[in-house]
């Protein structure tokens, strides 16, 4: 299947920096990228949708100055979590649709934010 | 708004027996609903999927699932568990089929005895 990659797998950081995570499409493009928050044993919400091209859409309750998100290009989303606090922490996926009509998406291995 | 339920948290099952985990979903339209396999340090596998058609569905690793309309049910299913089977299990619905955000149960844990 269709792959989709994210970087860094985890990540450290001190209260008030702001942290980059990337996520990329191996081997297609993906004009939509999902974001998503897992907190520890429960499930998968979804935060915004990544629109290559455009703005992104946030889900209610989600900060959009909080978690800046950017397409940068058909194969690459990427989420700032800015001025991080320790209630940031959590692991944080990304998915990105195949295209064609009934679409599969394909889920990136997250990325596990620890804010100190 | 779509919901989905997933009843069971943790589930035990013995090695070779068979396997059988709920979901019910909420939607006002018809659901695209999909099954996800999540093991630890593992992105999100897919199982499998309805979006229309014969309401038994067909997955990788041995998994099917039937979508019962009047139940507003899409249980997950295998006849026989192997001790590999041992992860978090989500049930998810789209608006869009993939091409939308999706909303996901709660997961169950699924523990395999041997």
Sequence with gaps: ???VSQHPSWVICKS??????????????ATTMFWYRQFPKQSLMLMATSNEGSK?????????????????SLTLSTL???????EDSSFYICSAPTGGG??????????????? | AQSVTQPDIHITVSEGASLELRCNY??????????????????????????SGDTLVQGIKGFEAEFKRSQSSFNLRKPSVHWSDAAEYF????????AD??????????????
């Design chain 1, 1 to 3: 299947g269709a792959v």
């Design chain 1, 16 to 29: 008030g920096t702001s942290v980059k995570i990337e996520c990329r499409s191996l081997d297609f493009q």
């Design chain 1, 56 to 72: 992104a859409t946030y889900e209610q309750g989600v900060e959009k100055d909080k978690f800046l998100i950017n397409h940068a």
């Design chain 1, 80 to 86: 700032t979590v800015t001025s991080a606090h320790p």
């Design chain 1, 102 to 116: 009934t679409e599969t998406q394909y889920f990136g291995p997250g990325t596990r934010l620890l804010v100190l």
């Design chain 2, 26 to 51: 909420s939607y006002g339209a018809t659901p695209y609903l999909f099954w996800y396999v999540q093991s630890p340090g593992q992105g999100l596998q897919l199982l499998l999927k309805y979006f």
């Design chain 2, 91 to 98: 049930c998810a619905v789209g608006a869009g089929g993939g």
């Design chain 2, 101 to 114: 955000g999706l909303t996901f149960g709660k997961g169950t844990h699924l523990i395999i005895q041997p």
